[in-house]
């Protein structure tokens, strides 16, 4: 199997999403307010669908099952990673994800859920939540009980091309003005500590998880060491965000043509700047903005060419 597997995504309406899936990546998307474009998933709540080559019309999940040999015979039951373009339009709620151990015990076998963010563009001036300050698990109870979020939550000031790696039992928020490619566990398991006392349409709060968010935060928060890596030539420039038990991250800039060797199970890979292609012995794939694709086990050297930017995962 020598041929990229490329995938249309899935959009899901969010009341804090926005239209930047359209204007910034001429998605066709449902409605101006689409939250998530989940670009490369195999879970149920939303699949990926192969959308040209040998697979066509199979669903990431399908793939998995009936061929396991393109991902180098991985075990797992579950696609281990899902890759999500975020539009926050608005803020999202603080939230927390339990790790794979509380998930399975308390979530009927689902996966624990560590994330990471690769800011693709944010307002001036934007920021995220990104841990809290409480330095015990009495005092996190106590300024969750008494409302006192100023105190409690860690915010950062963010600009576009920030990375942030987000382990499960880490509270955080993505807030308005921001565009986010997210690589995570294949996990929809969140739980809301608190949503700003926000009503929908219907004048209904959303349902918070006030005691399995206590249970899972981790106390005190220990914010990420950033140290990246990078190697650069001519015409390439990797840069190597984070390696962790879940996956490993990379921003890949072409600039020109670059030779490449896939030598993982698999690669996960999203343009999210530029475009161009993708050149495999006698075959040339057109690359675009926007465009996502999975490189199989054993497909080996490849060359890119154009003026590009990419997030790159394996596990
Ligand atoms: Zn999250």
Known sequence: MKQPIFFSPIFQERIWGGD????????????????ECWAISAHPNGQSVISSG???????????ESKRELFGGLDGEKFPLLIKILDANDDLSVQVHPDDTYANQHEKGELGKTECWYIIDCDEDAELIFGHHAQSKEMLAEMIEEGNWSSLLRRVKIKKG???????????????????????????????LYDYDRRDEHGKLRELHLEKSK???????????????TESTDTKKVTKFVESNYFTVYKWEIDGEASFDQTYPFLLCSVIEGEGFLIKEKETYTLEKGSHFLLPYDFKKFELKGQMQLIVSHV
């Open 54 to 64: 040998l697979y066509k019309g199979l669903t990431l999940g399908e793939l998995w």
């Open 162 to 192: 920030d990375f942030f790696y987000v382990p499960s039992g880490t509270v955080h928020a993505l807030c308005k003005g921001t565009l986010v490619l997210e690589t995570q566990q294949n996990s929809d398991t969140t739980y809301r």
């Open 20 to 35: 930047k899936l359209k204007t910034e990546f001429h998605y066709d998307i449902p409605s101006n307010k689409t939250g």
């Open 215 to 229: 249970d899972v935060v981790k106390v005190p928060f220990e914010p990420q060491k950033v140290a990246f890596q």
